[in-house]
């Protein structure tokens, strides 16, 4: 069956827009805008697409579009939520994963959403989309079968999850993902400090990461506090002396994984 093709208005031109319009374009939809406060991002973003021009203000009252998306900073959703003006029959979603529907509930729109993409983007790394998760929420019917035609046609792996749900799964995420790679740049101090290639750890973080993903994380966990080895443990705390901050970290951490056993 063929997808249906959509008409699309992005406000936001980070991170997640950047990747999120030219991949609904290229399967067939049409962005035909783009906002954002200043008009330079935006103006950005439209040199990558084929048709869209910048939109200088919230007043979408007249635009030929079907689905608004706010892919803007959280703490931003609501007010242009409130303050966007548009137009009779739209859809309304952002992108987040913390925030519920709730942030939608005084909008002009005829319907609100949420399209979670579950990824970390990057402006100077390609997606590949249908690798990517799109967690889907609306109260309304027709929506979220225009939601998840949406995320079909860019992906397979397209979930409906409650705003419960989706606030335990960015929450997971932030253990899985964010704090993953700030524990990575520690390492890459510590090994820059004394003079060693962070490249060297490499294989080992690749074939953790593959050992987690296959098996269960707890299953596969090794190091000195899986084996209760507590004079290593003592002198990785003296070695961390002069970072306080980084040697509270190690500690609670390695309780952490003494307590769980």
């Known amino acids: 069956m063929k997808n249906v093709a959509y008409h699309i208005s992005f406000i936001g031109a980070g991170n997640v827009a950047w990747h999120l319009a030219p991949a609904l374009e290229n399967v067939g939809h049409f962005v035909n805008e783009v906002y954002t406060p200043d008009g330079k991002s935006a103006k950005k973003l439209v040199g990558n697409l084929y048709n869209a021009h910048v939109k200088d203000s919230l007043d979408f009252s007249d635009s030929p579009?079907?689905?608004?998306?706010?892919?803007?900073?959280?703490?931003?959703?609501?007010?242009?939520?409130?303050?966007?003006?548009?137009?009779?029959?739209?859809?309304?979603?952002?992108?987040?994963?913390?925030?519920?529907?709730?942030?939608?509930?005084?909008?002009?729109?005829?319907a609100t959403g949420v399209f979670y993409p579950l990824q970390t983007f990057s402006k100077s790394k390609k997606l590949d989309f249908e690798k990517v998760?799109?967690?889907?929420?609306?109260?309304?019917?027709?929506?979220?079968?225009?939601?998840?035609?949406l995320a079909k046609s860019l992906g397979k792996n397209v979930q409906i999850v409650s705003t419960a749900q989706r606030k335990q799964m960015h929450l997971a995420a932030v253990f899985a993902c964010n704090f993953t790679n700030h524990m990575m740049s520690i390492s890459e101090k510590i090994m820059k400090n004394a003079q060693l290639d962070f490249a060297l750890l490499h294989p080992l973080v690749l074939e953790t990461i593959e050992k987690a993903l296959k098996h269960s994380p707890k299953s596969v966990q090794t190091g000195p506090a899986k084996r209760g080895d507590l004079e290593t443990l003592d002198k990785h705390m003296e070695m961390l002396?002069?970072?306080?901050?980084?040697?509270?970290?190690?500690?609670?951490?390695?309780?952490?994984?003494?307590?769980?056993?």
């Open 241 to 261: 002396q002069s970072d306080g901050n980084v040697q509270e970290i190690y500690r609670l951490i390695s309780q952490n994984i003494l307590d769980n056993q």
């Open 133 to 149: 998760p799109f967690l889907l929420e609306s109260e309304n019917k027709e929506a979220l079968k225009i939601l998840n035609n």
């Open 65 to 110: 579009s079907q689905i608004f998306i706010l892919a803007v900073p959280d703490d931003a959703i609501q007010s242009i939520a409130q303050e966007i003006k548009l137009p009779e029959q739209s859809l309304m979603v952002h992108t987040s994963g913390s925030k519920g529907l709730d942030v939608l509930e005084y909008s002009s729109a005829a």
